[in-house]
């Protein structure tokens, strides 16, 4: 298990992806072709015999090489070499998200993203690029956001990962942000561990070992959180099927080092959101498919969850008519290994990477992606009705 434990985390750092030499070959290449696509449409224009003929199309990407709708990987060739001339953008997070401190240095270390300069010192403030306002840390009154007037070039980015249930309308930030920061799909920097493609299929994995069938750990039961629902489909799962109950809400506190091998223990993950809003599904389902267990979904419909994981790769509370028929399956599946195994076939072509555990965590990813985003878009834009977007 320990030696398990390892190998998810090391999924979580990413090949490095520059190569110097080959960058300035490309280089070269960009700069003859410009000059040979100038040169022949001035020779073009100036011999051209008629002059009802189309002008030239005028193609930015061309001329200003840097502008191109290029793959997001030449891209970053690109600004790996500019790096040494073109300064990291500064993005200073205003306060600490609920005040759960990490060391900036884990953006390299973990997601190899060090294209901005994070930092939480406000002294640079004038200077900041980018400034991360926390929702949830936000006072009523306004009184503790980042002070007016803002520099002209600095973005303000909105980070809220709660669901809309979970979401005190703060009035008067309606028109303040540039940029959202959030786990929705439709945000400007959308947050999310994703599963990996591979080329060559992966036939190493093997199931761990089973000795529990259905799992899940709750922390959260509070009802003013809209977890009604999923406590009402439970109770009535639970008259069909034993289920292993974990966590905070059952006073069975489960150490983090233990939450992996846990869920690889057990055949079936209950993967219950709070409240059902789209694309609000994260690490509880991402934590069984990481750990080898099926996740049995309740949340947004099954098709919001085929937006990110493989169809046959969880089991949604949708797909039966009730809890009574949701058990009877999973009694099936327990008892036919062959079918159990079907479960598992996309881990040939997908890598899932496992998100980190501790509390004290949860911010860490959000806040390197936005580096990452900040340091690769650096266009003007401003974000309105920013409620309207969020609760409709
Ligand atoms: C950011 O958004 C605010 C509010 O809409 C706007 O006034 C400001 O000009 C925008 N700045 C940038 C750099 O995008």
Same mark, same amino acid.
């Given at each position: 298990?320990?030696?398990?434990? &390892?190998d998810?985390?090391?999924?979580?750092?990413?090949?490095?992806?520059?190569?110097?030499? *080959?960058?300035?070959?490309?280089?070269?290449?960009?700069?003859?072709?410009? /000059?040979?696509?100038?040169?022949?449409?001035?020779?073009?224009?100036?011999?051209?015999?008629?002059?009802?003929?189309? $002008?030239?199309?005028?193609?930015?990407?061309?001329?200003n $090489?840097?502008?191109? +709708?290029?793959?997001?990987?030449?891209?970053?060739?690109?600004?790996?070499?500019?790096?040494? /001339?073109?300064?990291?953008?500064?993005?200073?997070?205003?306060?600490? $998200?609920?005040?759960?401190?990490?060391?900036?240095?884990?953006?390299?270390?973990?997601?190899?993203?060090?294209?901005?300069?994070?930092?939480?010192?406000? *002294?640079?403030?004038?200077?900041?690029?980018?400034?991360?306002?926390?929702?949830?840390?936000?006072?009523?009154?306004?009184?503790?956001?980042? =002070?007016?007037?803002? =520099? $002209?070039?600095?973005?303000?980015?909105?980070?809220?990962l709660?669901?809309?249930? +979970?979401?005190?309308?703060?009035?008067?930030?309606?028109?303040?942000?540039?940029? /959202?920061?959030s786990?929705?799909?439709?945000?400007?920097?959308?947050?999310?561990?994703?599963?990996?493609?591979?080329?060559?299929?992966?036939?190493?994995f093997?199931?761990?070992?089973k000795?529990?069938?259905?799992?899940?750990?709750?922390?959260? %039961?509070?009802?003013? &959180?809209?977890?009604?629902?999923?406590n009402v489909?439970?109770?009535?799962?639970?008259?069909?099927?034993?289920?292993?109950?974990?966590?905070?809400?059952? #006073?069975?506190?489960?150490?983090?080092?233990?939450?992996?091998?846990?869920?690889?223990?057990?055949?079936?993950?209950?993967?219950?959101?709070?409240?059902?809003h789209?694309?609000?599904?994260?690490?509880?389902?991402?934590?069984?498919?990481? #750990?080898?267990?099926?996740p049995?979904?309740?949340?947004?419909?099954?098709? %919001?969850?085929?937006?990110?994981?493989?169809?046959?790769?969880?089991?949604?509370? %949708?797909?039966?008519?009730?809890?009574?028929?949701?058990?009877?399956?999973?009694?099936?599946?327990?008892?036919?290994?062959? #079918?159990?195994?079907?479960?598992?076939?996309?881990?040939?072509h997908?890598?899932?990477s496992?998100h980190?555990?501790?509390? /004290?965590?949860?911010?860490?990813?959000?806040?390197?992606?936005?580096?990452?985003?900040?340091?690769?878009?650096?266009?003007?834009k401003?974000?309105?009705?920013?409620?309207?977007?969020?609760?409709?």
């Amino acid at each position: 298990m320990e030696q398990q434990i &390892t190998d998810f985390f090391s999924g979580l750092i990413r090949p490095k992806m520059s190569n110097t030499n *080959g960058s300035s070959l490309l280089r070269l290449g960009v700069i003859l072709t410009i /000059t040979c696509v100038i040169s022949l449409s001035v020779v073009f224009v100036w011999f051209s015999p008629s002059k009802h003929c189309p $002008p030239p199309i005028f193609r930015p990407d061309l001329i200003n $090489p840097a502008k191109s +709708n290029k793959s997001v990987s030449e891209k970053a060739e690109d600004e790996s070499l500019s790096d040494k /001339t073109v300064e990291k953008p500064i993005l200073l997070l205003w306060v600490w $998200p609920q005040d759960y401190r990490f060391d900036f240095s884990d953006c390299k270390n973990l997601y190899n993203i060090d294209n901005c300069h994070l930092t939480d010192d406000r *002294g640079l403030y004038n200077e900041a690029d980018n400034v991360i306002v926390y929702h949830r840390d936000i006072q009523w009154d306004l009184s503790n956001l980042p =002070p007016s007037p803002r =520099p $002209p070039f600095q973005r303000w980015l909105w980070l809220h990962l709660e669901s809309p249930t +979970n979401t005190k309308r703060i009035p008067g930030l309606e028109n303040l942000f540039n940029l /959202t920061l959030s786990y929705r799909q439709d945000a400007d920097i959308p947050v999310r561990m994703k599963l990996i493609t591979r080329k060559k299929p992966d036939d190493k994995f093997v199931i761990p070992k089973k000795d529990k069938l259905v799992c899940w750990i709750v922390s959260n %039961n509070d009802p003013s &959180t809209g977890v009604d629902t999923r406590n009402v489909f439970f109770r009535e799962l639970s008259k069909y099927i034993q289920v292993t109950l974990f966590g905070r809400a059952y #006073a069975r506190f489960l150490d983090y080092n233990d939450y992996y091998p846990t869920l690889a223990s057990c055949k079936f993950y209950l993967a219950f959101e709070n409240s059902i809003h789209k694309d609000y599904f994260m690490e509880k389902i991402n934590g069984p498919l990481a #750990a080898g267990t099926v996740p049995v979904v309740l949340g947004p419909p099954r098709r %919001n969850y085929e937006n990110y994981y493989p169809a046959e790769s969880f089991i949604h509370v %949708n797909d039966f008519p009730d809890a009574k028929s949701l058990a009877e399956y999973l009694h099936q599946l327990d008892r036919d290994d062959n #079918a159990y195994q079907q479960y598992f076939n996309w881990r040939k072509h997908l890598t899932p990477s496992p998100h980190l555990i501790l509390q /004290t965590q949860e911010f860490i990813l959000a806040i390197c992606t936005a580096c990452d985003h900040v340091a690769r878009h650096r266009e003007y834009k401003e974000f309105h009705d920013l409620y309207d977007w969020y609760f409709n």
